[in-house]
């Protein structure tokens, strides 16, 4: 009896020891060795931890500064997770005893330059995530300790130039992903040492033209992604890369492409050359083994000199896919369907004239890429090379410098001190497709400024000192399509000054003091074509109806603002709004049908960081299976509508929620089970079920089938909206991320046709991913 008292007493003992190494604000699991942090606004790495801890998620703390020796008492860690953590910079050193991490996630931070030796002690790292940071430097080293990396993530960030050897020491990496920075240069040994890179990410960046230098260097990228740059066309040669087989140069501007450029791409099957401004296309001459081109959204004229192509594609068997634009009689006829007898022109001599109309300006017919005869002509302090490039930024002028060369398409003139516009600032630059005036204190534009510059595509105006804008501005230059106004002091929309730009596609506001949105302030037949409206971080708290009336906005982007509700009846003549992002505003209730205007058509909702305490039970009325993708990250929601009829998500984000698992829930449980994609979810309520799985814990068990089917998820909770809120919790994580599995369309069929009075769950063997 005594020796079974003692080995009692032993055993509370080593309990109270073993729970001693937690530290009290963190969830410990003893058996998986994982320690959880998360969002305690801790400003330091818990002193406490377990030595022997595996994995430890730190996300949404505040440790601003990662000091030398950070980790020194966790060495065995290998998965360490730094997400939103307001990380402004990491000490050399910080993970010097961090010799076993494979996988580090550093994503949502301000960091803004990769120190030589950030990363020193990673020798076994395989996974980095450095995206949506600041990163503007990646100084050469930063990387050299990384031996065994296998995907690097830099996406979102701020980089403008990517040095030589920037990525020196990455002998294994797979994936290099550099999306949505601001490149406009590379140099040409900036991915040299990449031995072993198979992919490359480049898109949504401002690549003018396409780095034929900088990747001949990683000879092994089979599938490359230079979308969404503003390049205009690809001479004899570009692409110099001998294992490439699938290459994106899809929504860019590009109005003419060599039969040569791709001549040494000889393995390239998969070509997207989509939503370009191509009028026509020579047979390629170098890849052997094509079998897909895209040439959806071009402009391409179905006439004889189409002829060509047509056959080549026949004959190779290389699929087209696109459609003629015209003339009139094949006009959307599917490329792939148009007969090479019906691609035929009125006359020779016509033809030839349509064919050379846009070369009529060449004085000597050389290729874009071929050395120039002579020395091009340029102002003082700036500098002009043949490649039609032009800078002068940061030079200090203080009037828009003249004399550039006739065939300048990119002018880059940021980072001087113009402060005012004149009409006619721009003589002699009708070629320029792209031009460059951020951080140039412009206060006023004069009507007319702009009006030599006929072609004009992309017009940055970032970040300068404009409260307003003359209704004549932009004047003279209709084919404008992309305006970047994003850093100013806007205090309304400039509707009157953007009624001459009918072909405007995407418009940045971000950042000005926008307070409200009126009717025709923007949105008017005078925009027929906007597409893509950022008015992120204003001060916007009014929206009145009609505001947003189009028939074309798909993006709207309204995060950061001072919205106290959701526009429902602003967005009720907005039928094609696929992606909305109303984040960090402060609507503390979301009503029933606030989104069935267009809930056909919606494909992307952010709802996160609002302070939202509840949703209605139909407050998703309508969104069934087009949308693709809904975050209510960071709120204070209990429960919510019901999802199952959202079937076609991939990704859903419910984090930093104080969900309360009772009963109410038991539909999320088993929309959870049921979905064609892998789910998890952790309770915030009650407190002694508080961190737990929501696929794990019994209290569901207990709940009676008849009282809670699916059709009524929520509606237990029958308090007008009119009573006293919930009180807020303290924001523990809720978090759900969703995977997509194999046979996902079969899946998400059958879970949307279960029945609804019993749904049965399906038995899952799969482990669950933290």
Not at 362 to 378: E, F, I, L, R, Y
Not at 454 to 466: E, G, I, R, T
Not at 632 to 641: A, F
Not at 709 to 718: H, I, L, Q, W
């Amino acid at each position: 009896m005594h020796f079974y008292t003692a080995a009692v007493v032993l055993l509370m003992l080593a309990l109270c020891l073993e729970a001693g190494k937690c530290p009290r604000v963190c969830s410990c699991d003893s058996t998986k060795l994982t320690v959880t942090c998360l969002g305690k606004n801790l400003t330091e790495v818990p002193p406490s931890l377990d030595e022997i801890t595996v994995k430890l998620d730190l996300r949404n703390n505040n440790l601003q500064v990662l000091p030398r020796g950070a980790f020194v008492l966790t060495p065995y860690l290998t998965h360490l997770n730094l997400q939103r953590c307001n990380i402004i910079k990491v000490t050399e050193g910080a993970f010097r005893t961090l010799g076993r991490v494979v996988s580090l996630n550093l994503a949502y931070n301000k960091i803004d330059i990769l120190y030589q030796e950030s990363f020193d002690g990673l020798s076994s790292l395989k996974e980095l995530h450095l995206d949506h940071n600041r990163v503007e430097e990646v100084q050469p080293g930063a990387f050299s300790q990384l031996g065994f990396l296998n995907m690097l993530t830099l996406t979102h960030n701020q980089l403008v130039y990517i040095p030589n050897m920037a990525f020196q020491g990455l002998h294994n990496v797979k994936w290099l992903r550099l999306s949505h920075n601001s490149l406009n240069n590379l140099a040409p040994e900036a991915f040299a040492g990449l031995f072993t890179l198979s992919r490359l990410n480049l898109d949504h960046n401002e690549l003018q033209f396409f780095p034929t230098q900088t990747m001949t260097r990683p000879r092994e990228v089979t599938r490359l992604d230079i979308s969404h740059n503003p390049m205009t066309y690809l001479g004899e040669e570009s692409v110099s890369m001998a294992k490439l087989t699938h290459l994106y140069l899809d929504h860019m501007s590009l109005q003419d492409l060599s039969d040569k450029a791709l001549s040494r791409a000889p393995l390239l099957s998969h070509l997207d050359l989509s939503h370009n401004q191509l009028r026509y296309l020579e047979p390629l001459s170098g890849p052997k083994e094509l079998t897909t081109l895209n040439l959806t959204g071009n402009p391409v004229y179905c006439n004889c000199y189409m002829q060509p192509l047509r056959g080549w594609a026949t004959v190779g068997g290389v699929k087209l896919l696109g459609a003629c634009a015209g003339p009139p009689h094949l006009s959307d006829e599917p490329l792939q369907a148009v007969a090479t007898m019906d691609l035929r022109c009125r006359s020779r001599v016509e033809a030839m004239k349509e064919m050379l109309e846009e070369e009529d300006e060449s004085t000597d017919g050389s290729p874009p890429t071929a050395k120039p005869k002579q020395k091009v002509k340029c102002p003082v302090n700036c500098d002009c090379d043949v490649t039609q490039h032009a800078t002068c930024e940061g030079q200090g002028h203080t009037k828009v410098p003249r004399g550039f060369p006739s065939k300048t398409q990119l002018l880059d003139l940021r980072s001087n001190h113009f402060h005012y516009l004149p009409a006619n600032s721009f003589p002699g630059t009708s070629q320029v497709v792209s031009l460059h005036l951020e951080f140039c204190k412009i206060h006023e534009i004069e009507a007319g400024a702009f009006r030599a510059m006929q072609n004009l595509f992309y017009l940055y105006l970032s970040d300068n000192d404009l409260t307003s804008l003359d209704p004549g501005a932009f004047s003279g230059i209709p084919e404008l399509t992309y305006l970047h106004l994003e850093g100013n002091r806007l205090a309304q929309l400039p509707g009157s000054a953007l009624a001459v730009l009918p072909n405007l596609f995407v418009i940045h506001l971000e950042r000005n003091v926008i307070s409200k949105l009126e009717p025709a302030g923007l949105l008017s037949s005078a925009t027929p074509k906007l597409r893509e409206l950022y008015l992120t971080n204003n001060t916007i708290s009014t929206i009145a109806k009609g505001a947003l009336d189009s028939s074309f906005l798909g993006i709207l982007h309204l995060d950061s603002n001072q919205l106290t509700e959701v526009p429902t009846s602003a967005l009720s003549q907005a039928p094609n709004l696929e992606e909305l992002n109303l984040s960090h505003n402060s609507i503390r209730w979301v009503g029933q049908n606030a989104f069935l205007s267009v809930s056909q058509s919606l494909k992307r909702l952010f709802l996160d960081q609002m302070g939202m305490e509840k949703m209605s039970n139909d407050a998703l009325a309508g969104l069934g299976p087009g949308l693709r993708a809904l975050t209510v990250r960071g709120n204070q929601l209990e429960q919510l509508p019901d999802l199952s009829p959202l079937t076609g998500l991939e990704m859903v984000d419910l984090q930093d929620n104080p969900l309360l698992c009772d009963c109410p829930m038991l539909p999320l449980r088993r929309w959870m089970e049921n979905v064609s994609l892998e789910v998890i979810a952790s309770c915030g309520h009650p407190p002694e079920l508080k961190g737990k799985m929501v696929r794990e814990v019994s209290v569901f068990t207990s709940c009676p089938e008849s009282s809670s089917p699916p059709s009524e998820a929520v509606t237990v909770d029958p308090r007008p909206s009119n009573l006293k809120k919930p009180k807020p919790r303290l924001s523990k994580a809720s978090r759900v991320k969703l995977r997509p599995v194999k046979s996902k369309d079969k899946l998400a069929k059958s879970s949307k046709n279960q029945p609804r009075k019993k749904p049965v769950a399906p038995k899952k063997t799969k482990k669950k991913i933290l």
